[in-house]
């Protein structure tokens, strides 16, 4: 049995160091992920004025209320979407002139359904170059609040932000969504700000997030569900066996539940109080899934799926076509150049059973890509990557990590 230990989760910690940068005090997070995209949010929030001070287990931030430090700041947010969607909203609830840009690659994904609902708020911001998308720069003089309508069937993230807006604006807000993706995501923002003192309601589609601020406190970062899910896919794929400690019953990571389509496929699975174990049987099955609120897990489990005995069908994912990369077409391409027989739709992928052979996986620089075809190269030697050091953005140590499982449930 292999024990693995995962670094804390991206999607907590963005959310945590947002919070505690709103928050009334001082807020300890407790083992945050530190990788590529969460030293950039931390190192935003630094040029706008807060402090964060970093230890090896630990972040502390110093809350500002009321908003930035400084009146005038220029922020790079790097590949991080969240970074790149959650700091300028942050920085509409204090006052000052604040400019965002992101690298090629998020300049390339979408902003436009957030952006229309900040300046339906009363937001000053403007994109300097393409109408929704980087760089664009804020001129805060605070949010009153209100009620404002979202599209956000690209990506949960424009309602996550808009949430944690919430008690920071004058009045509060009611936020009545049209389109919702990635729901489990939502939840844990939802979660996450009751820890640190504000209760959401809900009235069907709308949510209603009352003002007066958030409280300090000390938050534990659970381990990534996302990353998780290679190794548990490398015990479903190799007959070993793999425990992540940490994810559990109480998880507040909807991405757990990739081992309940393990599960349907053969694996044997448990999840306990604090940890979660999979047992590899020798055989997967064949299976249709719908990943609309698990869909960074789709590339995890077509990476697998030419070993199992039937087609493996994915439905209900068009919004991974607007992450790193067209993820979709990506693990198309990918399987095709490992030999393998796949079809792809608007918003599906089908994968047909074969043996792949050795390739170079073409990555986009996508770190999931990277990740997923690694649990690939477990069953099929001659696997390599054109961009292995995208892994950073989340999992620095991840090849280090995987080749350790390898040796303990392969040898």
Request: include cysteine; hydrophobic fraction near 40%; glycine fraction near 12%.
């Amino acid at each position: 049995m292999a024990l693995v230990d995962i670094p804390g989760s991206k999607s907590i910690t963005a959310r945590a160091l947002f919070l505690a940068a709103a928050a009334d005090g001082v807020t300890t997070l407790q083992r945050p992920l530190r990788s590529d995209d969460t030293e950039g949010f931390a190192e935003g929030l630094a040029r706008l004025g807060y402090r964060v001070g970093r230890t090896p287990d630990s972040w502390q931030v110093d809350g500002r209320p009321q908003g930035p430090a400084v009146t005038e700041a220029d922020v790079y947010c790097r590949d991080g979407a969240t970074t790149a969607r959650f700091l300028p909203t942050l920085a509409a609830a204090g006052h000052g002139t604040f400019r965002f840009d992101a690298s090629p690659q998020m300049r390339r994904r979408p902003l436009l359904p957030l952006t229309r609902a900040l300046r339906d708020l009363g937001v000053d911001l403007r994109h300097e170059e393409a109408e929704g998308h980087h760089p664009l720069t804020v001129a805060a003089h605070g949010v009153e609040g209100g009620e404002v309508v979202l599209d956000a069937g690209q990506s949960s993230q424009y309602l996550t932000a808009l949430l944690l807006l919430g008690p920071l604006t004058r009045t509060g807000l009611r936020i009545t969504v049209t389109d919702l993706v990635s729901v489990p995501y939502v939840e844990i923002t939802i979660a996450m700000m009751r820890s640190f003192g504000v209760e959401v309601g809900r009235e069907g589609s709308t949510y209603v997030v009352p003002p007066g601020g958030y409280r300090a406190t000390t938050y534990p970062i659970e381990p990534d569900a996302s990353t998780s899910s290679y190794f548990f896919a490398a015990a479903a794929l190799t007959g070993g066996e793999v425990t992540v400690a940490g994810l559990g019953e109480g998880a507040l990571q909807g991405d757990l539940g990739f081992v309940e389509v393990l599960r349907r496929m053969g694996a044997r699975v448990e999840i306990g109080a604090d940890r979660t174990t999979v047992r590899g049987t020798g055989e997967l099955h064949g299976a249709t899934v719908n990943m609309r609120d698990i869909s960074d897990t789709m590339p995890t489990l077509a990476a697998i799926a030419p070993f199992a005995s039937g087609p493996v069908r994915i439905e209900d994912v068009a919004n991974t076509r607007v992450k790193e990369c067209d993820r979709l077409d990506a693990c198309a391409e990918n399987l095709r150049r490992l030999g393998v027989d796949v079809a792809t739709g608007e918003d599906w992928i089908e994968i047909r059973p074969g043996v792949p052979s050795g390739a170079e996986i073409k990555t986009y620089g996508d770190h999931r890509i990277v990740m997923s075809f690694a649990v690939t190269g477990l069953r099929t030697p001659g696997i390599s990557f054109d961009d292995p050091g995208c892994v950073r953005k989340t999992f620095p140590g991840f090849h280090e990590a995987f080749a350790r499982l390898k040796e303990e449930i392969v040898g």
